[in-house]
Every structure is written in C-alpha cells, then in structure tokens.
C-alpha cells in the first residue's frame, strides 16, 4: 500500500494495488507508469481522456489466479466449485482492490467475486453512476446466474448499502435471498441521512481542504497516506451518498454478521448495532481494533467468521443429505 501511494503522490499514477501486490518485474512497472505519462514526463490528469485509456487497458485477467468474469465482477482465487459463494461490495473510493487479500487468499469453502463498479481501476474510462438505484439495476443482473449455491454477501462502508438495496431488488423482482449478509464499517440504512451530514464527509468534499486537515478533523487516522490517496475517490463518488433516500424494507430472513471498529469516525459502533433491527434470522456484533479501513488489519478475524458463516450455510444441505439417506 506504501508504495502505491508513493507512486499516486510523486507522479499522479495510478497502479492497482491488486497488481502491486502479484509482485510485477521492475520493467513491467516501468512499462505500466510510463504509458501513464506524457511524453514529456508528467503525468496527465485523471480526467483525461489519454490517462483513462491507458489505465482500462490494464485487466485484472493478466494475474495469476484472478478472473475478469465481466466488467462488474472478478473472481478471486477461489475454485469456482466451492460450495458456497461470497460477494463483496466495496467502498466509496476505491474498487475491487480493496479486496486483494481476501481474493488473493479466499476463505476456505468459498468462491469469491468482487463486484467492479464504473469509474474505477480497470474500468477507469466509464463514467460513474449517478445512484445507487442505476448501479443496482446493473449489477442485479450480474448476480443472478451465481444464486445456484449458498450465496453470502459482504459490503464495507457504503458498499454494504449498495450491498442491502441489491438484495432488496433480488427479493422483490427474483425471489432470490443470501443465506448471510456480512457488514463491514456499515451504518444502518435507515442512519444514512447522518452520513450526508457527516462533518469530514462534506469538508472532504471542499477541494481546497487539503487531506491533511481533513485528517486533523478525525479521532484516529491509522494510515494518513493511505487516507489522502483515498480523498480524490471519495470525491468523486460522494454523489452516490448525497442522493441516496433510504425506503423501509421488512427484515431480511439471513443472519447479520457486522464488524465496527473502535476508532471508526464514519460508522459509529452503536449506529452499526442498529443493523440488528433488519433480520428476522441471528444477529453478531463484532467489535474490532482500527479505523474505518480495518478490514486488512483484521483479516485473520474477518477470514475466521466468514469460514464459521460457511459451515453454518452448509449445515442444512448436510442434515438433509443425513435424512435422505436414512429413508
């Protein structure tokens, strides 16, 4: 993560982390910054036309074990017929990197995919959505064809709201349900309004506010490099989170696991507990060390649970094999 951000801050490059971390040969990361640069030696824009071309060129296809599926989902290194599958949902600000270890690493029983939304890392050259309704109306039918086994799906920070409204629409229009839903750094749905609200949020949104002091306006920053690589992103997608409304939906029929950190100072512990209120199955709240990008700091833990949910969604699959063949 380091050295990525030393690369975004000296010559305003972006290579996924997902990339860095499959170890590239000093000439491939050459090649791949200096396609990046004009040929005068300073980088374009992010907005540029010329940047966005050169950073869609890149696909996660080209690392070993990883697969493009579609341009809304990658798998990880997983066997496709792992008996249950996990869907993650990541956060305003990045893209399916902030997965990379788990997709490098699944967890044992898993098939792992990544929803990739536009405007980001290998789809860098789409436009972003304007609502989560037009990314929900989008990514639904990506998922479908994956409900043919126990599907557990994970969202941190906002992704895990875009995460609910997408299980709301399966519901409503498919009939489809998860068998676990996994939060991450999520605030209840119904306390999004605090978020917009939210004191750093708007003040990220000023681009005069160096990241710096939005930092300064923190209880607790774990990593500040990794915090100020994140601020262009969150700009760009902080529209996602000022349009969102929140609308009642019964209780989901899957268990809740959330996961909150103490430190957290976007989702607060008690505003994640409100999760409770949305499943009529079990409820967990595990209550972790970091900030609000705790998930690679508590990847042994987070690795742990999701094994735990897996053997829980396998159990009535194995207690009806059991009774079939007593018959």
Known sequence: TDFQISIVRSLDVNIPLIKLLKGPS?????????EQLDVDGSAESGTT????????DFTLADLEGI?????WLIRGSSNPEAPVRLICFHSMGVGASLFTRFLLNPPEDYDILAVQTPGRENRIAEPLAE?????????VPQLLPHFDR???IWGHSFGGIVAWETMRRLRELHHREAA???VTGTAAPNLMPQWQQREVLLKAMVADNSPEYLASLSRYVEDLEFFKALVPGMRRDFPLLQSYRFEPMSCL???????????????????????ERYTEGDFALIEVDGDHWFIDRNRELITATLQGIAVNCLKPTAEHAVRSTAM
């Open 253 to 275: 029929k899957c268990p809740i696991t959330a996961f909150a950190a103490g430190k957290d100072d976007f989702a607060y512990i008690d505003q994640i507990q409100e999760w």
């Open 150 to 152: 126990p599907v557990v």
């Open 26 to 34: 000093i000439a491939t990361l050459a090649t791949e910054t200096l």
């Open 67 to 71: 697969e493009v599926l579609n341009p």
């Open 49 to 56: 036309q010329d940047t966005k071309e050169a950073a869609a």
């Open 131 to 139: 609502s989560v309704d037009e990314l929900v109306d989008q990514i």
């Open 180 to 182: 676990h839903f996994v």
